[in-house]
């Protein structure tokens, strides 16, 4: 009897959450040991990971790689960028010459099984699009057969868009160009009729490259699922954890109100989940292998996710894209944290 007692009480200590602390894996200590932390990117996508003139990057996904900084080394600017074509983006990665890829990249089966990769999350949910001339008067997808597509190789655009013509019996000729400034040099020099990626990036194209964006136009079809997010090696729950954890941090804390400018007001919240949180209640921190703080410093390094969204793509900037599915999912989005207890 006192022996399935201790397997009772043992078994119910798991089931109400109490486990040993994380311990720190091969990233995070070489993360914490070079003082920063190494972030592959978008070689330049407008809103999402972009260089300014002086070369410092900023955007939806580099605000990512800033808050997993801020995290683990409590200090959002510790980041170092590297830029990274489609092609390069997963060899970076396996290889271990970035700990973390925030760059426009889809969760998908093979990416998450044959290429050793663990997505942490979802930070953009979007679909493959279509730009045209808007003197073509082409007002649907649908009406593109025979056209030249520019597109990028080794992308799952490039897969959907032989998919898609084929489903739909139709012809095209791919116009394929790794390098996305020369693909986009492509397009606005009429070397093809189409530009197809993720819709997010054809505003962001449109916007910030086009010679003027009124000449161009997303059609209204998108063809596939494109999650969006942040990915790390496998074989490393700890840091895999971790990035995880921030990305629903960053969602919770918009869920809770927890802004950049309130959040060392909501230290003293009697709100049990912003406690666990922000680390005025203890244990979250050290489940993770980190300080109790890891959260409330992401965030006041960046703010919630909502406002990461606003501040890079949302309807005041040049994007001007609504949050649509990207809203929480208390307002009908696709946003939604899992417990932090």
Not at 16 to 27: D, L, N, Q
Not at 220 to 242: A, C, N, Q
């Amino acid at each position: 009897m006192m022996i399935k007692s201790m397997l009772v009480a043992a078994t119910a200590l798991v089931a109400f959450g109490a486990a040993a602390p994380a311990f720190a894996g091969e990233s995070l200590d070489a993360i914490r040991e070079r003082g920063s932390l190494i972030c592959g990117v978008n070689t330049g996508l407008s809103g999402f990971s972009a260089p300014d003139s002086e070369g410092v990057y900023a955007g939806l996904d580099v605000d990512v790689c800033h808050a997993v900084a801020a995290a683990i080394l409590g200090d959002a600017s510790a980041v170092e960028f590297v830029a990274l074509t489609a092609q390069q983006r997963f060899t970076a990665l396996q290889s271990g010459e970035v700990d973390i890829l925030s760059r426009n990249t889809t969760w998908t089966l093979t990416r998450d099984t044959a290429l050793g990769l663990n997505f942490a999350g979802v930070t953009f949910y979007d679909g493959q699009g279509f730009m045209v001339p808007k003197e073509l008067g082409v007002t649907s997808a649908l009406e593109l057969s025979g056209a030249t597509v520019c597109v990028q190789p080794g992308t799952t655009t490039e897969l959907n868009l032989a998919d898609y013509f084929r489903a739909n019996d139709m012809d095209f000729d791919a116009v394929v160009i790794e390098s996305f400034e020369e693909v986009n040099a492509a397009y606005f020099a009429g070397r093809c009729d189409v530009y197809t990626t993720d819709a997010s990036g054809l505003a962001s194209i449109r916007s910030t490259v086009a010679p003027n964006p009124d000449d161009h136009v997303i059609l209204p079809e998108l063809i596939s699922k494109e999650p969006l997010g942040p990915v790390v090696r496998h074989g490393d729950d700890e840091f895999f954890d971790i990035v995880k954890w921030v990305v629903f941090a960053l969602i919770e804390a918009e869920e809770k109100g927890i802004t950049q400018a309130n959040v060392d007001e909501m230290l003293g919240s009697d709100d049990p989940t912003i406690a666990r949180l922000l680390g005025s209640t203890e244990g979250m921190g050290e489940a993770l292998g980190l300080s109790e703080d890891w959260a409330y410093n992401a965030i006041s390094a960046v703010g919630n996710y909502g406002e990461i969204f606003e501040r890079h793509v949302g309807v005041n900037t040049s994007l001007g894209l609504e949050r649509g599915i990207n809203d929480l999912w208390t307002r009908g989005g696709l946003m939604y944290a899992m417990p932090a207890r």
